[in-house]
């Protein structure tokens, strides 16, 4: 399915994406709808779903959304139905 890290590949979270203040633009992630966060409910939740959704590709739960925020959100979406 998706790509798998190898022993020596790391996961790196953006320093100046939503992972550290839940919003985009000001605005919650789970509350953008369409973003795959809807149902979350604390800035927590949406980091242990950034994770999950990081190791699901890193263990080919899911499959690569590179280049394409449809696809990212639907993966997101599928943690949060699955693991929330």
């Known amino acids: 399915m998706g790509n798998r890290l190898t022993p020596t590949q790391v996961i790196t979270v953006n320093p100046n994406d939503f992972y550290f203040t839940g919003t985009l633009n000001g605005v919650p992630?789970?509350?953008?709808?369409g973003s795959g966060f809807q149902g979350?409910?604390?800035?927590a939740q949406v980091q242990a779903a950034v994770i999950l959704h990081e190791l699901g590709h890193a263990?080919?739960?899911?499959?690569?959304?590179?280049?394409?925020d449809t696809a990212s959100m639907g993966n997101t979406a599928t943690v949060v139905k699955d693991c929330f």
């Open 29 to 33: 992630v789970q509350n953008i709808g």
């Open 40 to 43: 979350l409910t604390s800035l």
């Open 59 to 68: 263990t080919g739960a899911l499959p690569s959304d590179a280049n394409s």
